[in-house]
């Protein structure tokens, strides 16, 4: 294995022990985006994924995650006004892998990365 993809690795692994444990995200914030992630998406933190998240103003952040049914989807989530976060399905893991697109990905890219530790996550590895 790279030191690339072992890096990669193990930041991803620090990020969803941080997601987990609902220490991802700004302090400030945490609360309301978990109460969205989970009462609104219905997301269980234990057995999804994060792949990655980033703010984008003062009360809005977007990023993707994977859930526990393999579902991938792209959030973004407000803070202040929940009525204009947005929730955007990209496709189930297991038709997401069959696109030429992931195939062409890198070995350390943090979609690549995210479906082998959700695949891990299932004892699917």
Do not use: C
């Amino acid at each position: 294995m790279s030191i690339k993809v072992d890096s990669a690795r193990k930041d991803l692994a620090v990020l969803n022990e941080k997601f987990r444990n609902r220490e991802a995200f700004s302090p400030g914030d945490r609360e309301e985006i978990y109460r969205q992630l989970v009462q609104i998406k219905k997301v269980d933190l234990i057995s999804s994924v994060l792949i990655s998240w980033m703010p984008e103003g003062d009360d809005f952040y977007s990023g993707r995650i994977i859930d526990q049914k393999g579902q991938i989807f792209h959030f973004d989530i407000h803070v202040k006004n929940p009525d204009f976060t947005e929730w955007d399905d990209d496709f189930p893991v297991d038709e997401y892998e069959k696109l030429s697109r992931f195939k062409a990905l890198k070995p350390w890219d943090d979609n690549r990365l995210a479906i082998e530790l959700w695949h891990e996550l299932r004892g699917n590895s």
